[in-house]
């Protein structure tokens, strides 16, 4: 996806503070955190959604939580976290290059707005 913001990050076109990275995913820091740690968790094939992603390859699909599990053990959010993935417009999808959100280093709140 050429005009994909998240797609530039992987290609490093843009620059990130990266977490984490292996094959397939990249872990980067949010640039506007609503949280003491918020990490963004991405497969670096792009798929629009998770929607697109779950119908489209169960291997990254799987390997996404996996993934987003092991950033919070990284950043040592042994207390809690949360992993957030907002999709399409009524849940404040954004970028439209799948991500999870992994928030912690607070106390979170519920409901979300
Ligand atoms: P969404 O609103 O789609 O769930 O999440 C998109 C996230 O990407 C937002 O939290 C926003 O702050 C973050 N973001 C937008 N542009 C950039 C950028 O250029 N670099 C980084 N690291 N994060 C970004
Ligand atoms: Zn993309």
């Known amino acids: 996806m050429t005009n994909c913001l998240f797609c ?3 290609a490093e076109e843009i620059p990130s503070a990266k977490v984490l990275e292996n094959t397939d995913f990249l872990a ?3 640039i506007d ?3 003491p740690v918020h990490v963004l968790v991405i497969p670096k094939k792009h798929f629009e959604d998770i929607v697109e992603l ?3 390859d169960n291997v990254l699909t799987a390997g996404l939580m996996k993934f987003a599990t092991e950033v919070a053990e990284i ?3 042994e207390k809690g ?3 957030v993935l907002n999709t399409g417009q009524e849940g404040g ?3 439209q290059h799948v991500h999870a959100h992994v928030l912690g280093g607070r ?3 519920w409901p979300p707005g």
């Open 93 to 95: 999808q954004s970028v």
């Open 33 to 35: 955190p609503k949280a």
């Open 8 to 10: 530039k990050i992987v």
């Open 28 to 30: 980067f820091r949010d």
């Open 54 to 56: 779950s119908k489209g």
């Open 107 to 109: 106390s979170l709140t």
């Open 81 to 83: 976290f949360r992993i």
């Open 75 to 77: 950043e040592k959010l």
